[in-house]
């Protein structure tokens, strides 16, 4: 069984930090790769940012800048550093990993989320 833990969420005001942490563990392999999702109210879930299996990172649009993603392989973690905060970066948080499990199989995992709440 694998799982996801996130932690970091909370509460803060417009152009306030914030930094996500998420560490996968259980019958892992390996992971080929991490990063992080968000899902506001009444909207659909979108990507935020993510390494890609060659190393690469990619951002949305409406993070470049702001926020950073890195890593730690040997923890199998993934965190998000988020600075300049505005009120549309209110959402959930979901962190997931693309990684071979321990039944040597593929597969896609999620966090159970972390909620983000900036404050106008």
């Known amino acids: 069984q694998v799982q996801l833990v996130e932690s970091g969420g909370g509460l803060v005001q417009t152009g306030g930090s914030l930094k996500l942490s998420c560490s996968a563990s259980?019958?892992?392999?390996?992971?080929?790769?991490m990063g992080w999702y968000r899902q506001a109210p009444g909207k659909q879930r979108e990507l935020v940012a993510t390494?890609?299996?060659?190393?690469?990172?990619n951002y949305a649009d409406s993070v470049k800048g702001r926020f950073t993603i890195s890593r730690d392989n040997n923890k199998k973690s993934v965190y998000l550093q988020m600075n300049s905060l505005k009120p549309e970066d209110t959402a959930v948080y979901y962190c997931?990993?693309?990684?071979?499990?321990?039944?040597?199989?593929?597969?896609?995992?999620w966090g159970q989320g972390t909620q983000v709440t900036v404050s106008s």
């Open positions: 259980g019958s892992i392999l390996s992971v080929n790769f």
């Open positions: 997931y990993a693309d990684l071979w499990n321990s039944a040597y199989a593929q597969d896609y995992y």
């Open positions: 390494f890609t299996s060659a190393g690469y990172t």
